[in-house]
């Protein structure tokens, strides 16, 4: 295998697709990357089994074949050659000449025979998005995924194609962002999944490279194809993303979300958001939580913690239903309102132990639980 | 000038004494609180002492070496009451009580402002006598710098002892005691030390450091300031929260039937939880223990991912720890069930969680309904099943 590429291009590439590779104890040929040459590209691929992406870069292919290296390292190197132009000629015993300029390096590769294939995807449910639209959904709802491995469920974004909708969901039991988005779901394709965390994260790295974005899934795995029209360092045709998906039962977040308005305010999303910011530098992790009262046109937020000292921001809003107050931890309260875009948002609150409640007018809900004052 | 104002009491063969308080015509007599013929002695009368009878020593052995013993049952909720009523007496002379167990505490006097050790015996006797007056506890005492000293100085000369230990003497008073008056030094080190030719602490101290290194490990400076009578820990007055929840029971006859011991512990799951509940805990790991007849046992114990105050989580838990520890194809005396891992509900409300509300809703009015009578109104089906069995039994013995 032999060809010419340009540095950037192929350094591009490589940050594609770095961040996924398994672990090394188990199999060291997950730490490598798959290079494939042919025709006027070479893709590629890394996997840790439960992820993996291909990207294709343009390149003068003058021998085609394939070759695995360490990605990892290859990439550091070929980020620092001294010359845009670099050539690669893998051996037939797969060790590498690389050159740039006046540098050369010999990489010890692996063949392809050990690398596991992506699976390709057949006819399964398909889909066609904007990409920005699917990052801005996903930007709105990532945040309340769990970390908490003992409810793995709900390690990832939830994506429900039903009823002409698409929703997504993420929550960590304590709160739960739903965005949704009207769009044709025939009801052939009608169906969900749970997009892991780690996938939710790499795919919202991706999202910005062109026009489109396919999903394709099935109950076991899905697969994105990101379109990199709007790319301008090498990458060609789409990157593909295949995951396999958290297998079980999402809750039933229908349940959770209120369905009576109680008391609805209007909040200009910086003010509030900078106001919970400056309540919550008082808090600490024993008392992790900001009191939010309302009273006639008057919005109060109070931390305070017993070893620092205390907080009180207040907001003049529109308001003339009763007196109420009720706690929330700060992060329930900020994420949501860094993650929307749009000026003003509505919170709606019962009492002091029923959830509260974030909307706007885009399909956008965010049900946060409030923490038991004390 | 430092005054010896730590004051440890110890109350005298205290679940005696409180009984006796009640029935001041046993007075005198060789009793002893405790279960009856399969039980244990759980406390026992300074008459029924010297007859040979300790705790905890088995009731049966008990009658034996001393045939006239009057075992008196458990008076439940009585002990808990005069120990209230006790430490209570105790804050009148100063705030800064530690209590430390049902029968027994610690009062740091320094802020109280007496100037002379006449002045802080005359004050401690005042409360010896009060304790004794007003509750008819007898209670004994140990003064000195540090609770160390002062432990073991009130145990020194029970009952109704009171013993004051001079600031400065603390070495030279515990010099001449065995060795195993020292905390931390059990009935088995203390045998093992005196084959090394350690019986007294005035021999330990005789040891140099090195040796005492070889003796004792990484806990051998500890060891050397305990027995010069050296110890700074404060008075403890923090209202310290239970650090676990259990409950035993010795059966009239051994019993061999693996449902049968099962739904007893069930039913101690269901009992403790109350009390759990009532406290506003939640509790994370449960240690299923069983006894058989020669007083052997085996405990074994899981934790929960969660704490919780409900009993369902447990139940799952109840057969399998059983098997475990249960590994002996013989009958048990004993079975008992503890709860540790004790924590306080979580400020942070949680989403999913209605169909645990809706149990902790029902537990609520369970244990209301059950709280009003010693015996359980409303019961768990689990212990319905045996009961029909023991009904029919009897009808088929009738």
């Known amino acids: ?374 | 000038m430092s005054l010896p104002t730590i004051v440890h009491l110890d109350a005298d063969a205290f679940f005696v004494s409180c009984e006796l308080a009640l029935k001041p015509e046993l007075r005198g007599t060789r009793c002893a609180v405790g279960g009856r013929e399969r039980g244990i002695i759980s406390s026992a009368s300074y008459e029924a002492r010297a007859c040979g009878v300790y705790t905890p020593m088995p009731t049966a052995r008990a009658l034996k070496v001393c045939p006239d013993l009057i075992m008196l049952p458990h008076t439940s909720g009585l002990y808990g009451k005069v120990s209230g009523q006790m430490f209570d007496l105790c804050e009148t002379l100063t705030p800064f009580v530690q209590r430390n167990s049902i029968d027994e505490g610690y009062l740091d006097l320094g802020p109280c402002g007496f100037t002379t050790v006449t002045e802080i015996e005359a004050r401690v006797r005042q409360l010896q006598q009060r304790l004794w007056a007003d509750l008819q506890v007898p209670v004994s005492f140990g003064l000195a710098t540090n609770k160390l000293v002062s432990q073991i100085a009130s145990k020194l000369r029970k009952p109704r002892g009171f013993v004051t230990v001079p600031p400065g003497t603390e070495a030279a008073f515990l010099a001449p005691l065995p060795v195993g008056k020292l905390p931390g030094v059990g009935p088995k080190t203390e045998a093992a030390l005196e084959g090394e030719g350690i019986a007294f602490v005035r021999d330990l101290l005789a040891r140099s450091d090195r040796e005492l290194k070889s003796l004792f490990g990484a806990g051998w400076e500890e060891m050397r300031a305990s027995a010069e009578g050296r110890d700074d820990r404060p008075v403890d007055t923090s209202d310290e929260d239970a650090k676990s929840y259990s409950q035993q029971e010795t059966f009239g006859r051994d019993i061999g039937d693996f449902a049968e011991i099962e739904r007893i512990a069930k039913r101690m799951v269901d009992e403790l939880l109350a009390k759990i509940r009532e406290d506003k805990k939640r509790v994370r790991t449960l240690t299923v223990k069983v006894r058989y007849p020669d007083f052997t046992q085996e405990s074994h114990g899981r934790s929960l991912e969660t704490a919780t105050d409900l009993e369902a989580p447990f139940y799952s838990l109840v057969a399998p720890l059983l098997r475990v520890a249960w590994k002996q194809r013989r009958p048990l005396r004993l079975v008992s069930v503890r709860f540790s891992s004790v924590e306080e509900p979580p400020a942070q409300l949680e989403m999913f969680a209605q169909t645990e509300e809706k149990r902790r809703r029902l537990a609520g009015v369970l244990d209301q309904l059950n709280s009003r009578g010693r015996d359980a109104v409303v019961q768990h089906g689990h212990q319905l099943g045996t009961q029909k069995a023991q009904k029919n039994a009897e009808e088929a013995e009738g």
């Open chain 1, 1 to 374: 295998m032999k060809f010419k590429i340009n540095r950037d291009h192929f350094a591009n590439g490589l940050a594609q697709v770095l961040n996924v590779v398994g672990s090394k104890a188990t199999m060291p040929i997950l730490s490598n990357v798959l290079i494939e040459a042919e025709k006027d590209q070479i893709s590629l691929t890394t996997t840790n089994l439960d992820l993996g992406i291909r990207c294709k870069i343009k390149a003068e292919v003058k021998e085609t074949g394939s070759v695995t290296l360490p990605v990892k390292r290859l990439a550091t190197i070929v980020r620092e050659l001294p010359n845009v132009d670099v050539t690669f000629d893998a051996s037939p015993n797969h060790q590498v000449k690389l050159a740039s300029g006046g540098s050369n390096f010999r990489i010890m590769g692996i063949g392809k025979e050990e690398f596991p294939p992506l699976p390709e995807f057949g006819d399964e449910k398909a889909y066609s998005l904007e990409q920005t639209e699917l990052a801005g959904m996903l930007k709105s709802v990532s945040y309340a995924q769990s970390t908490d491995e003992t409810r793995y469920i709900l390690n990832g974004v939830y994506f429900n194609f039903k009823d002409d909708k698409l929703s997504l969901v993420a929550t960590d039991g304590r709160r739960l962002a739903l965005v949704g988005k009207e769009m044709e779901v025939p009801a052939a394709s009608a169906g969900a999944i749970i997009l892991p965390a780690k996938t939710v994260g790499e795919l919202l790295r991706l999202l910005d490279k062109g026009e489109k974005v396919k999903i394709n899934f099935n109950d076991r795995r899905a697969a994105f194809q990101i379109a990199t029209d709007k790319d301008s360092s090498g990458l060609i045709d789409s990157v593909y993303l295949y995951s396999k998906v958290v297998e079980g039962n999402y809750p039933n977040y229908q349940q959770v979300v209120p369905k009576e308005t109680h008391q609805r305010i209007k909040l200009e999303r910086e003010l509030f958001l900078q106001c919970i910011h400056r309540a919550a530098l008082v808090c600490s992790e024993k008392s992790n939580s900001v009191k939010i009262k309302l009273t006639s046109n008057l919005l109060e937020i109070t931390a305070q913690s017993p070893d620092f000292g205390e907080a009180h921001e207040s907001m003049a809003i529109s308001y003339s239903g009763p007196d109420l107050q009720v706690a929330f931890n700060p992060a329930f309260v900020m994420d949501p309102l860094r993650a929307l875009t749009k000026d003003e948002v509505f919170f709606e609150l019962k009492d002091e132990v029923s959830p509260g409640v974030f909307k706007t007018l885009e399909n956008f809900i965010c049900v946060i639980m409030p923490v038991r004052l004390s």
